[in-house]
């Protein structure tokens, strides 16, 4: 039986490792992909081998929430859908800004997965003024010097960053002068934010760079 | 003076830790911008500024790889960008393959900052009838089913996957048989490949759900 989850999350708050939050995430998806199949529960076998990791490692994250399958029985498959959208949050609606609408942030406002998942673009904001005023996804593009006036009016939860890396910090900082307590960084830099911000960045280039770099060590390159 | 960066990046390949690869990445990035501007030297102080690291360790980076400025003059730009171009293997063009011409895949083959960093994308693979044949960015959609022949043919460095979690990992499999060694995973799931090759993961929706997470807990919810 799967008690308090949610409770158990919030009280364990300080020690949830954040490889344990991408696997929650990820055994979530698996959980939602099963449930369309209508299949109603599932061992910590399947979901290991569904998602590259072990069977013990599957029980043990759930079992830290409080969560026990039943010998024999497993999982029942929408309970723990249900507590692990609790605990990542996804119970809820989160309201998006976009800070920048060039390409990679057009490709976000079209990110199917977003929407899917509760989360909703409310406020695009770019300082070029061939872009300010135009519509996209029905919203139209604001002035980014109006960034804190914006922001609070739009209810914004989360902002995703896709400027430049010149001017990613400035944006970061007055986005944490406006209240904003999360960001997803596409900027190829990192961010300086107070401990109460969280930052998570997701970076190409340097995703890429790693790759060509690995490419060029093997191959005994320089 | 620095000498031999790229010998000593080679011989010290088995100690480059993950975290340094991605601060060469943003050094890069800094270099880059200040040539732009004719800037001929710089200090360990400003390239850590712009960076959001300690002086220190910008020294202690550099140093790692054989390079040191030198006192009162600093580092020089334009030499030092060259090394770690060098380092990074972004002195040589890759061939990039994209597998999944979704609305992730067709955001990142008009993403710009690829092709100024040599990655150029030679193939599109899918296995929708809908996609296979159509053109975008002057390449023709190929059929998945052919991904072992169009790999090798295309001579394939990288491979950015943007299919499907459930598609994700017989994508990587069958990538691994045609001999590919390095992948950008979009997928929202780990892939298990063998260790000469190189994973890196963009799980955006994950990423954004570790926000969500840090949201709710920090409100006290559930």
Redesign the interface.
Known sequence: MITGL??M??RY?QKIA?AT??RL??Y??TLK?LESYDIETVSSEELAKR???TSAQVRKDFSFFGAFGRRGLGYNVSELRRQIE??????QE?HLALVGVG??G???L?????EE?N?KFRLLLDSDPEKIGKRFIGLEVRNLENLNEEVRKGHV??VVIAVP??AA?KVADDLVKAGV????NFA?????VPP?V?V?N?????????????????S???
């Open positions: 949610g409770e999350a919030n708050n954040d939050i991408g995430s990820r979530y998806r992909h998602n590259n990791v609790k605990i990542l949050g996804l119970d989160w390409n990679i057009k490709a976000l079209n990110f199917r997965q977003f998942h989360f939860d989360i890396a010149e910090q307590k999360a960001i997803l190829p830099t990192s961010l300086m109460d969280t998570r997701q970076n190409i280039v340097i995703e890429i760079e790693r790759l060509s770099f690995a490419l060029t060590q093997a005994g390159k320089p």
